[in-house]
């Protein structure tokens, strides 16, 4: 340990800018970053410093521990009431012809054919369909855990639910508690986008704004429910507006302590009205997760979303702060690759994501949900997973 805290302790002495030294030595004493300190990170801060800094909170958090998931994704629908710009995947309700509606009976056979294999979550989003209402999900859910009750049920983002109880003409209070005790056990954190207004204007103007977003995921907290929380970086935001949209989420985290874990989504300008935008590069990406780390000081856990990144990006990431690769996913509709996912068919056997982890001098450990550890991997012979089904 004293040979870990003189390296990051060199690393801070390194730097010849007052102001950045003040925030690695905040840092190396645990001490939370302002905004303005979060904010000054972004503008003037090396990538190896901030890297630095943030492999070291992040290492005190986990060690080496790399956490992920067997998990599978269903999507109900991409047809949705709501025209989000930097959206590829949706299909507006009037061309509905052109998406896909999945039938309750069509969605349990998904679930059905996991029989057998040891998932532990669903995850369950789409888009905004007027017929799917909240008691059509309701009936979803009740049917999925009737016939996998231990099946975690992660669904419906804050955009979704929001729709659902304005339709449903109940409270969020009363929806939330109507999921919860169908079966919901937790929720994703789709739909937060950039919680500024000056952004969410110009580019997912008519869905649920910041306030919207964060009052159903308090609500959910406060019925024991954890949920995650996203932001869609790298398009027309400035770097104050990143600082803005987490400093909310770490205002929330103070009072509810319901937040699992922080992924930022890499905007993809394939097939949407941002075609224009030019993405963020690789270094921009490790600056984001670097700086993540460090300002979200009251989230546990840190995830780089393999799917958007790419599998080099994502073990890239694991030395800037990030510490779980979310999970197996099996993007049955596709949803993740007409978005502009490095991935064209994501899905990763645990074998493959065991070794992704390895590569890179990480330990594997798959976890569930709520991050209860399932197995620790790090002592795993690949070559005898690879030729062994549970694993593939």
Request: negative net charge; charged residues 25%; contains cysteine.
């Amino acid at each position: 340990m004293e040979t870990i805290i003189t390296g990051i302790r060199q690393v801070i002495d390194s730097i010849n800018d007052t102001p950045l030294k003040n925030i690695g030595d905040k840092i190396l004493a645990g001490e939370r970053i302002t905004p303005e300190e979060g904010l000054l990170l972004f503008e003037k801060a090396p990538l190896p410093y901030t890297g630095a800094l943030a492999n070291w909170v992040r290492e005190q958090k986990h060690g080496n521990k790399t956490y992920f998931n067997r998990n599978f994704h269903i999507e109900p629908t991409n047809v949705c009431v709501f025209a989000c710009k930097f959206c590829a995947y949706s299909r507006l309700y009037a061309h509905r012809e052109e998406g896909w509606e999945l039938s309750t009976e069509q969605m349990l056979d998904i679930v059905k054919s996991y029989d057998g294999k040891p998932v532990t979550e669903v995850h369950i989003v789409g888009g905004v369909h007027p017929k799917m209402n909240l008691y059509f999900f309701i009936d979803l859910i009740e049917k999925i855990k009737a016939h996998r009750p231990n099946l975690h049920v992660k669904g419906f983002t804050a955009v979704e639910l929001d729709y659902m109880f304005r339709k449903a003409k109940v409270s969020i209070e009363e929806g939330m508690k109507l999921l919860n005790t169908a079966g919901l056990d937790s929720m994703p954190g789709g739909g937060a986008e950039i919680f500024h207004p000056e952004i969410r204007s110009q580019i997912c103007d008519d869905k649920v704004n910041a306030d919207g977003w964060l009052y159903i995921h308090k609500t959910a907290h406060n019925l024991g429910m954890h949920t995650n929380a996203t932001m869609l970086y790298g398009h027309i935001e400035k770097y104050w507006h990143r600082i803005d949209h987490m400093d909310r989420l770490r205002q929330l985290q103070d009072e509810t302590h319901g937040f699992n874990t922080f992924i930022p989504l890499k905007f993809r300008n394939k097939d949407n009205d941002m075609s224009y935008v030019k993405e963020s590069t690789v270094i921009e990406d490790m600056k984001l997760y670097a700086v993540a780390r460090l300002y979200m000081d009251n989230f546990p856990h840190l995830k780089a979303y393999w799917p958007m990144l790419g599998r080099q990006n994502a073990q890239l990431t694991l030395s800037f702060g990030v510490n779980d690769l979310d999970g197996t996913i099996d993007d049955t509709t596709k949803i993740y690759s007409m978005a502009g996912s490095e991935e064209q068919n994501p899905a990763l056997s645990t074998t493959q994501l065991v070794s992704l982890i390895k590569q890179v001098n990480r330990e594997p450990v798959e976890r569930d949900t709520l991050y209860n550890i399932v197995k620790n991997y790090q002592d795993a012979d690949v070559a005898e997973m690879e030729v062994n089904p549970l694993y593939n």
